[in-house]
């Protein structure tokens, strides 16, 4: 008899009249909420505008959904494209079915996309999203439990989640609950990659460098108690792979990086092509802009050059003629003989 366990719920989707509410759904949607939310307050904090971190996050987000269903469609190809299965379910992202490792690939290209056309360095934008991009994992994590899926090994702990869905081979009964798991470790890789980078002032992409290399260590044993069907490469699941080999690239990266392009770089904003370019401070005036600006201050005087010449003649002159007039005045001069 279980004592303690975390109750699965009855149905991972409601239904608004015809439409339907998913919680898997959801449950991205917010992750995505909170990671621009984060980045935004960051990227402020560093300097830059407000916005642009969701202007970009409209390029990398849907780049990052197809190359999550990518990554998982062709990872677990049989689940899709064998006999007797419809291959247009690969296509139903709500069911789940997405592969980290593909999100944040395509992710990063849609984002390096959106970052040329802002004019503003990638690296940057990756250190600063780099903790959301965590909570948003974290909080993604619970559309596996709306989907009872993707537990781990059998066990009676008291923290087990209990699952009653027997479609698609699962056996109903307690388990491990690798989503919460993950869910923990997440929310600590978003914390760690904030004390490092306030404590470090990383840059350069090491704060992003430093939530992979995180993320794959645990993402390593989490993977490893799961008991979904996965392809085994020398009886090794496939992810637990993909994540060594990921977390080495991390490291070596954040390393080389630390090296050849210590502390962090000035992030220069431009805001877009339809943003107003400020003035230039009066210290890096060019020759011809004072020139221009003592041009114009003559303007908003009323007077010409020409003008302003003759009212200095003027001025030249009039000590000259006070002195004639007081010369005038006093008589001529007494001549002088020789004794």
């Known amino acids: ?36 939310l984060i980045g935004n307050r960051r990227w402020i904090a560093r300097g830059g505008r407000a916005g642009t971190v ?11 959904l197809v190359g999550g269903r990518l990554y998982h469609v062709i990872t677990d190809y049989e ?28 992710g990063a290209l849609g984002a390096w996309i959106g970052c040329r056309r802002r004019g503003i ?9 780099a903790p959301g991009i965590a909570f948003a994992q974290a909080i993604g994590r619970w559309g596996n439990w709306f989907n009872q899926e993707l537990y781990g090994k059998p066990t009676d702990l008291p923290w087990a989640v209990k699952i009653t869905n027997d479609s698609g081979g699962r056996i109903p ?18 914390l760690l990659v904030i004390w490092a980078d306030r404590r470090f002032r990383l840059g350069h992409g090491r704060a992003f460098a430093l939530y992979v290399a995180a993320y794959c ?3 390593g044993w989490i993977e490893y108690m799961r008991v979904d069907t996965a392809h085994h490469i020398f009886g090794v699941r496939l ?4 994540a060594i080999i990921v977390f080495i690239a991390a490291v070596t990266y954040f390393v080389l990086s630390a090296r050849l392009r210590p502390g962090r770089e000035v992030i220069v904003d431009k805001g877009g ?67």
């Open 1 to 36: 008899m279980d004592l303690a366990y975390i109750p699965s719920p009855s149905r991972g989707v409601l239904y608004l009249g015809s439409i339907p509410l998913r919680g898997y759904a959801f449950c991205i949607i917010i992750g995505v909420f909170v990671a621009v």
């Open 54 to 64: 969701a202007d970009i996050a409209v390029w990398a987000v849907p780049f990052g």
């Open 79 to 106: 689940l899709y494209f064998t006999e007797g299965k419809d291959w247009v379910n690969a296509f139903k992202i709500w069911e789940g079915g997405l592969g980290i490792w593909g999100a944040i690939a395509f």
């Open 121 to 129: 360095p990638l690296p940057a934008w990756a250190d600063t999203v």
């Open 173 to 190: 009964g307690t388990y491990h609950p690798t989503f919460l798991y993950e869910f923990l470790w997440c929310v600590g890789v978003g």
């Open 217 to 219: 260590a645990g993402r």
């Open 239 to 242: 992810n637990v792979w993909t």
């Open 273 to 339: 092509d339809d943003t107003e370019t400020p003035e230039p401070l009066d210290a890096g005036d060019t020759k011809d802009t004072k020139d221009g600006k003592a041009a114009k201050g003559a303007e908003d005087t009323g007077d010409t050059g020409a003008e302003a010449s003759d009212k200095a003649g003027d001025k030249a002159d009039e000590p000259g003629d006070a002195a004639r007039e007081d010369a005038e005045s006093a008589g001529p001069a007494p001549s002088l003989k020789k004794s």
